[in-house]
């Protein structure tokens, strides 16, 4: 009895700590979930506020508000393209670190860009403007270089596995169809051996014509019976014919 107490208490046991783990788990998906949904909005409005500014308000605030604007487009599609292509290549985890690198300089310039939109010294901004502008197009073409590559590098896959998927299946559908391979063979086989006997046919009728008869030919002819009537034999002019004998 005491046996089945203990077992019914380490089951139940059991059983609670692994609805504390599933709760737990539960609760943190739920809380990412929650943080990614809200980091996506503050994304959204931030960008729907950059757009309005880059054009809205011209003249320096606008130029910087575009910056920002192409700086993040630029890095978001490139760490959506690398974190797609991870999933099914694992060689881009080298790529993806450089891009972790390069984010790091992208962060710094969108935070001194977000400073300077505060700035009450347009001038001196402006004096700045040539600078960050190229700061913002060094590192939006190493973003797209790094995301394009991927994206090449995904599309190559796909098209050698579409040829490879290609030749086997013509060699697939060529073994189902094995009939019209050998029919051309077999027909090949007819043209060249089997009429052979018809070309020989002309021969054998020469043959025939020139010895198939000739054997009556060459036999002797054996002699009559009876004797030929000597009225009926044919002589020569100055022969008498011969009287027909008379009896007394």
């Known amino acids: 009895m005491e046996a089945v107490i203990l077992i019914l208490t380490l089951l139940f046991v059991a059983f609670m700590a692994l609805g504390v783990y599933a709760g737990v788990k539960t609760v943190r998906a739920a809380k990412r979930g929650v943080d990614r949904t809200i980091t996506q909005a503050r994304r959204s409005v931030e960008d729907t506020a950059l757009k309005a500014k880059s054009y809205g308000q011209p003249g320096v605030p606008g130029e910087l ?14 760490q959506d393209a690398l974190n797609a292509g991870m999933a099914e290549d694992a060689s ?9 690198r390069l984010s790091v300089h992208g962060r710094e310039l969108d935070d001194e860009l977000k400073r300077l939109e505060r700035e009450p010294d347009r ?18 073409h190493s973003a797209e270089s790094l995301r394009w590559a991927a994206r090449d590098r995904a ?11 290609n030749a086997q299946i013509d060699l697939e559908a060529g073994a189902l169809r094995h009939w019209t391979t050998e029919e051309p063979a077999q ?9 052979s006997g018809p070309a020989e046919e002309p021969a054998q009728r ?17 002699p009559s019976l009876t004797p030929p009537d000597p009225r009926l034999r044919t002589g020569y002019p100055w022969q008498k014919s011969a009287r027909p004998e008379t009896t007394n």
């Open 187 to 195: 027909r090949r086989d007819t043209a060249g051996h089997g009429w």
């Open 206 to 222: 020469r043959d025939t014509a020139g010895h198939g008869w000739s054997g009556p030919a060459d036999e002797a002819t054996p």
């Open 92 to 100: 881009l985890a080298e790529s993806l670190g450089l891009f972790e």
């Open 155 to 165: 599309r190559q896959f796909a098209d050698d596995d579409l040829a490879a998927l």
């Open 123 to 140: 001038a001196t901004v402006a004096t700045l403007l040539p600078g960050l502008k190229e700061r913002t197009e060094r590192i939006t």
């Open 65 to 78: 508000a575009q910056l920002r604007l192409e700086l993040r487009t630029s890095m978001r599609a490139t």
